[in-house]
């Protein structure tokens, strides 16, 4: 029939569109990466995909937030802070779960870690009551803390987040360092190579 509007279905079953959207939502992956992701596991469905699989499940069932340092594991406290050779007098801060991440990769700093889930800032809304910072000063009023190091992004919300700790962590009996030389403004520590965080932990300074 002539000027009719030809029927096309789907190029995929609702269920694949279904994992493709769900995958475009993470971090760095697109619609069209998603899509090549979900092909490559289709084609190897009796492998890869019931690995990811089984691996997502096991993390839905078994993950948990540590509740001395803020931290993503499976056990609680996390393997971080349960590990005795770790040094129990340092304490490094820093916004969030990814950035604890990359500093550890970097194997350099040996102490325990705080994550306050954020930083401060006056446009999203963000207050000092919505971050995890009284467990911090929790932690540095229990004494045995010798040294807190500030790892906060170099923004200017990371910053702010910064000197609002120091003044608050003035108080107590502990060196308070930040994160120095090798962190471009405006960088992130999720980003930023192994070469680059260990120059910054090793260069650390005073902060107040």
């Known amino acids: 029939m002539r000027g009719a509007s030809p ?12 994992l493709a959207s769900a995958l475009a939502r993470l971090p760095g992956l697109g619609p069209r990466s998603a899509r090549r992701a979900v092909l490559w596991l289709v084609k ?3 492998t890869a995909l019931v690995q990811l699989l089984d691996a997502l499940t096991q993390v839905r069932d078994r993950l948990v937030e540590c509740e001395t340092c803020g931290n993503v594991d499976t056990m609680n406290p996390c393997g971080i802070c349960s590990d005795p050779r770790r040094d129990q007098t340092s304490i490094c801060v820093v916004e969030d779960v990814a950035d604890l ?7 350099l700093f040996t102490g325990r ?6 930083k401060l800032s ?18 540095a009023a229990q004494g045995g803390i010798d040294e807190i190091v500030l790892a906060m992004n170099a ?4 910053q702010t987040t ?8 003035e108080r107590y009996p502990v060196r308070i360092t930040r994160l120095a030389h090798g962190l471009p403004v405006g960088g992130e520590l999720d980003y930023l190579d192994e070469g680059t965080l260990a120059q910054a932990l090793r260069a650390r300074k005073p902060m107040i």
């Open 162 to 169: 910064a000197h609002y700790l120091a003044e608050r962590l």
């Open 155 to 158: 923004t200017l919300e990371g």
């Open 44 to 46: 190897r469905r009796e």
């Open 7 to 18: 029927i096309f279905h789907s190029m995929a079953s609702q269920e694949i569109e279904t």
């Open 122 to 139: 006056a446009m999203d809304g963000v207050r000092p009551e919505d971050l995890n910072i009284g467990a911090l000063l929790d932690r």
């Open 113 to 118: 870690y705080h994550v306050l889930g954020g």
């Open 101 to 107: 991440w990359a500093l550890d990769r970097a194997k």
